[in-house]
């Protein structure tokens, strides 16, 4: 599966990249990137297996490491 950023998802996460800019450390913001990217990886690889249905269109998965949700959606 690929994975890939909606519009909205990429404004929101420059949003949010950019408020974590000012009040956590530089090395914390490139942790959090990191940890995105490889959830990312991880659901393009088929290998996050904890996911549970938000409705019909969306879906979410928890970062077992990290107390952070992560919501997706997939596209036929």
């Known amino acids: 599966m690929q994975v890939e950023f909606s519009k909205i998802a990429e404004q929101t996460l420059t949003e949010n990249v950019e408020f974590l ?3 956590w ?3 914390e913001v490139v ?3 990191e940890d995105v ?6 659901l393009e690889d088929g290998e996050i297996s904890a996911v549970s249905k938000i409705n ?5 998965c928890l970062n077992r490491q990290k ?6 959606q997939k596209r036929k």
Do not use: S
Not at 37 to 42: F, R, T
Not at 56 to 60: A, E, T, V
Not at 67 to 72: D, E, L, Q, T
């Open 31 to 33: 942790i959090f990137l």
């Open 25 to 27: 450390t530089n090395r």
């Open 67 to 72: 107390a952070r949700k992560n919501v997706f």
């Open 56 to 60: 019909k269109k969306y879906k979410k």
């Open 21 to 23: 800019k000012k009040v």
């Open 37 to 42: 990217k490889k959830i990312a990886n991880d």
